[in-house]
Nanobody, 122 residues
Framework: QVQLAESGGGLVQAGGSLRLSCSAS???????MGWYRQAPGKSRELVAT???????NYADAVKGRFTISRDNAKNTVYLQMDSLKPEDTAVYYC?????????????????WGQGTQVTVSS
């Protein structure tokens, strides 16, 4: 099956760092990969995205603090989070836009990981 496996979440003090990883499997092709997050009582929001060619974009709230990167050979996307703030506390979800090895459809669709909890204490 198509799967996005996240790791690296945890509890960290404000000002600290975490590095999230997401490995994709079961894809025929992958275009854009990214990270989203959802805090309690809030909707899911974009954190950062990266194309297969390395073009990136970031939410204003994380610019200058977070860095997204990608290893195409491993089908893995990373999110380096520095200078963490309590407001960064959320469940972080990996996203990949691509086509499944197991689907008869040719269109690209988004796939999601199960989420990993990031908690930043003050």
């Amino acid at each position: 099956q198509v799967q996005l496996a996240e790791s690296g979440g945890g509890l960290v003090q404000a000002g600290g760092s975490l590095r999230l990883s997401c490995s994709a499997s079961g894809f025929l092709t992958i275009n854009v990969m990214g990270w989203y997050r959802q805090a309690p009582g809030k909707s899911r929001e974009l954190v950062a995205t990266i194309t297969s060619g390395g073009s990136t974009n970031y939410a204003d709230a994380v610019k200058g603090r977070f860095t997204i990167s990608r290893d195409n050979a491993k089908n893995t996307v990373y999110l380096q989070m520095d200078s963490l703030k309590p407001e960064d506390t959320a469940v972080y979800y990996c996203n990949a836009n691509g086509t499944s090895l197991y689907s008869s459809r040719f269109s690209i669709r988004p796939y999601w990981g199960q989420g990993t909890q990031v908690t930043v204490s003050s």
